[in-house]
């Protein structure tokens, strides 16, 4: 059977042809850089729209001390709008520091039920010391305090650090504003992988290729990607340590070597070979390729791993029911389980940290969405309304899905909110962006 026989919407071919290329060859050809900015080629601008089902009432004050204090608290209050869970209070004429005495009354007069505010001392060695405070002006009083040391370069993770630490302490959920993503920029006939802060700035390649870059993955440290090269002419996968710019080859089989995904402890990579006949999902160790498993055994293609969050079974896509639909099956092997069952098209599974939701990358009328499916109740819900949806990827919290969409002719990066109510574009000067992936709370 053909890719193209999968696909018999003739409307639709092309797209989901790049689609099969992608989940099942996942061909990755890098020429391995050391880390570099280019924030002037590659800088994303944020565009929101909507709102969540409650927002909160926050006033985030410049912090007071050194003139960086409004750029701090610029990026905070950048951070809580993106989120769509908060509504920003003015602070016009407010005058704090991380020890001023605060006017609960006025502020709750405002029409704010959080203040937060703080202090930037410039330290004798160049660096900053940042002093955070955060007040409840309905409880009338403090809700949190922290400080912080960085240089000047990490100004923008700790005004990030602070903004996770409100979000967390308002909504009881960890915030993911400090994490980072990863993903592919192509710009004219280059392709680099890219790692960014979790708003789409200060930009920096790890991997720089002439050749397309697909599927990379992050650890669940955040310490590493595993992707597939296919710079030896077959495809190989990697895995790349980014502190030290050093890979190792782990699977580097006849035939394609693709798709890896990481075990929630980090020891483990699965895989998706051809060594055997037709694409299959293996095991093996994620430091050196050693302990190689086969997971699945089906006379057609089975791909595209992802471990659940307990690292027992595994959700894939295969087409051995006539149509790619998602699966989960044991590391110990046994009969699959079908999943999706709505539409005649769905792959890409993601599962949330929770385990409770499954993402898919669904064909609905031609067009190519992302999908929401409550494995409890099977209820599904479409979270985008785009042409073109491809490579979702939820935030670490499950709060957020990240996604590369096709959005007035151009790629661009996208973000949703689990509940569909909130959508951002992170969109990019020159280029287009393809195979986003979230990373891991930062440790």
């Known amino acids: 059977m053909t890719f193209d026989q999968l696909d018999p919407t003739p409307t639709a071919r092309k797209t989901s042809n790049n689609v099969m290329f992608g989940w099942l060859f996942a061909f990755l050809i890098v020429t391995l850089t050391l880390f570099g900015t280019d924030a002037a080629r590659a800088q994303l601008r944020v565009d929101i729209s909507g709102t969540g089902a409650q927002q909160y009432p926050v006033a985030i004050a410049d912090f007071s001390g050194d ?37 609960y009354d006025e502020w709750r007069t405002r029409g704010a039920d959080f203040i937060a505010h703080g202090t930037v001392t410039r330290l004798a060695d160049g660096r900053f010391e940042i002093k955070y405070r955060l007040g409840d002006t309905v409880k009338r009083g403090p809700l949190d305090g922290f400080s912080v040391s960085g240089t000047e370069k990490e100004l923008r993770r700790n005004s990030h ?6 979000y967390e302490k308002i909504t009881g959920i960890r915030g993911v504003f400090a994490t980072r993503i990863a993903y592919v920029l192509k710009q004219g006939k280059t392709y680099e992988l890219q790692i960014a802060d979790a708003d789409g700035q200060n930009p920096q390649v790890a991997l720089r290729s002439r050749e397309p870059i697909i599927s990379p993955a992050w650890s669940p440290d955040g310490s590493r990607l595993a992707y597939v090269s296919f710079e030896s002419g077959k495809p190989v996968v990697y ?20 798709a890896p995904a990481w075990s929630p402890d980090g020891n483990t990579l699965a895989v998706v070979l051809t060594r ?68 005649g098209y769905n792959i890409s599974p993601r599962i949330s940290p929770d385990g409770k939701t499954l993402l898919t990358v669904t064909r609905r009328d031609g067009s190519f969405r992302i999908a929401s499916l409550n494995l409890a109740s099977g209820a599904e819900s479409l979270l985008t309304d785009g042409r073109d949806d491809q490579s979702p990827s939820f935030a670490p919290n499950g709060m957020q899905v990240l996604y590369a969409a096709i959005q007035g002719g151009r790629s661009v990066l996208a973000g949703v909110s689990s509940d569909g109510r909130v959508r951002q574009t992170l969109s990019v000067l020159n280029g287009e962006i393809r195979e986003p992936t979230w990373g891991p709370f930062s440790q």
Not at 161 to 166: M, P, T
Not at 278 to 299: E, F, H
Request: charged fraction near 20%; avoid cysteine.
């Open 239 to 258: 895995v790349h340590h980014l502190t030290t710019s050093k890979r190792a080859p782990v699977a580097n089989y006849k035939g394609n070597n693709s």
């Open 276 to 343: 055997d006949g037709l694409s299959q999902i293996y095991t093996l160790g994620a430091n050196d390729g050693s302990n190689l498993r086969r997971v699945t055994r089906s006379p057609l293609i089975d791909t595209e791993p992802f471990f659940a969050p307990d690292g027992r079974s595994i959700f894939f896509t295969s087409d051995r029911s006539g149509s790619p639909q998602i699966y989960q099956t044991g590391l110990e092997g046994g009969e699959p389980r079908r999943i999706s069952f709505n539409g």
């Open 161 to 166: 650090q602070i903004a996770d630490r409100i």
């Open 67 to 103: 003139a960086v204090g409004s750029q701090i608290a610029e990026i905070i209050r950048a951070d809580l709008t993106r989120s769509g869970q908060f509504r920003l209070i003015a602070t016009t004429g407010a005058a704090l520091t991380a020890d001023s005495a605060i006017a």
